[in-house]
């Protein structure tokens, strides 16, 4: 494990910047969000979590998929660089490696049925995540219901714990290795680090208000499709989407074309099933009309579908779906309700 002194961050950050295009958190109006950063004094690292998502670095909520004009079709280029991430929460970390078994389909689907995403791996490839460790996380978060913590490495290239006079660094992955030991700044770390580093993870994990056993949840929901439980979970919700939309690990989108015969492009946009539109049909019907249909779908896509197809739930515990909800819709008080549930 390496260490450096705080006062080198900007240090560290302009030698990540001589290989990678660097993304972090930085103010957005009153919000915060993760943006591309050419100077250290962007960044803002007074909040634990981004109000916005980081899924926007590599999946963002509006992306031109080609143009085309009278000289034919364009799509865009590849970046320039590979993106590296500071600043990442270890929740996001493993939302974004969460996206990228969708559309780089990393799983374990057949060859011939694979659909890979072009636009995402274009800026995914070679990416470094650095994440840091949550010394204080917030009463919204619930990772340990997912197996994590406020000090886990899961997903990471990097992963950073702010000590008092130090950030501590491991390397992950190979390539996280390879960039601390490039890092003219970078010494290793001893006895004395370990010991304060023991008590942050132990001081950090007493914010956190005990995991809920969630092992049953996946085989509760396979029993419950049709439960009248829907309706009372589904009363409150006002379809606003903004759940979904600051989801890191919600990824449903919709394609539009913009412009007219001769020029125009066809564009991606982040799109959520909390919508009535987004499963109208073009004979008018829809099949989720209603606010019960719709909530149970998110709860059925993020807790038991996905596990079907991806072994793990597609929700990582970050909590802001619980802050923003404009009607006090708490995503683990339906957890709760659902194991609670006599069928
Ligand atoms: S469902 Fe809520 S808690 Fe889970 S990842 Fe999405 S925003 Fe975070
Ligand atoms: S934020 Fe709340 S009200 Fe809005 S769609 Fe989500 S659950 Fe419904």
């Not at 996280?176 to 950090?204: P, R, S, W, Y």
């Not at 956190?208 to 396979?222: E, T």
């Not at 991606?268 to 606010?291: I, V, Y």
Request: proline share 5%; with cysteine.
């Amino acid at each position: 494990m390496y260490k450096f002194k705080i006062v080198y961050l900007p240090e560290f950050l302009e030698y990540l910047q001589e290989k990678y295009t660097l993304w972090a958190p930085a103010k957005s109006g009153t919000e915060t969000e993760f943006k591309v950063i050419s100077s250290f004094a962007e960044i803002d690292q007074s909040r634990l979590n981004t109000t916005l998502n980081p899924k926007e670095i590599f999946f963002p909520r509006r992306e031109v998929l080609f143009s085309y004009d009278e000289n034919g079709i364009k799509t865009p280029p590849p970046p320039e660089k590979p993106v590296a991430v500071w600043g990442l929460r270890t929740c996001d970390t493993r939302s974004i490696r969460m996206l990228d078994e969708v559309f780089s389909n990393a799983h374990q689907m057949p060859e011939k049925e694979m659909f890979k995403d072009p636009y995402w791996i274009n800026k995914y490839a070679d990416s470094l995540l650095i994440s840091q460790a949550c010394r204080q996380p917030l009463s919204t978060c619930f990772c340990n219901w997912f197996n994590s913590g406020p000090f886990d490495e899961t997903g990471s290239d990097i992963f950073v714990i702010k000590g008092e006079v130090n950030y501590y660094l491991k390397g992950i992955s190979d390539k996280g290795q390879e960039v601390l030991a490039g890092f003219a700044k970078a010494e290793q770390t001893d006895e004395k680090d370990a010991a304060e580093i023991k008590d942050l993870q132990a001081a950090a994990e007493s914010y956190m208000s005990p995991a809920l056993d969630i092992s049953d949840l996946k085989s509760k929901l396979d029993k419950i499709w049709d439960d009248p439980l829907w309706e009372e979970i589904g009363a409150k919700c006002i379809n606003c989407g903004a759940c979904a939309y600051i989801c890191p690990t919600c990824h449903c989108f919709d394609v539009s074309d913009e412009g007219k015969a001769g020029k125009g492009k066809r564009v991606r946009l982040w799109d959520a099933c909390m919508f009535q539109l987004f499963t109208k049909e073009a004979s008018g019907h829809n099949p989720r009309s209603n606010s019960l249909n719709r909530v149970r779908q998110r709860v059925m896509h993020k807790y038991n579908y996905f596990v079907d197809n991806y072994q793990k739930f597609l929700c990582t515990g970050c909590g802001r779906c619980v802050s923003v909800c404009p009607v006090n819709m708490d995503i683990r008080e339906i957890i709760k309700k659902i194991l609670a549930h006599e069928i």
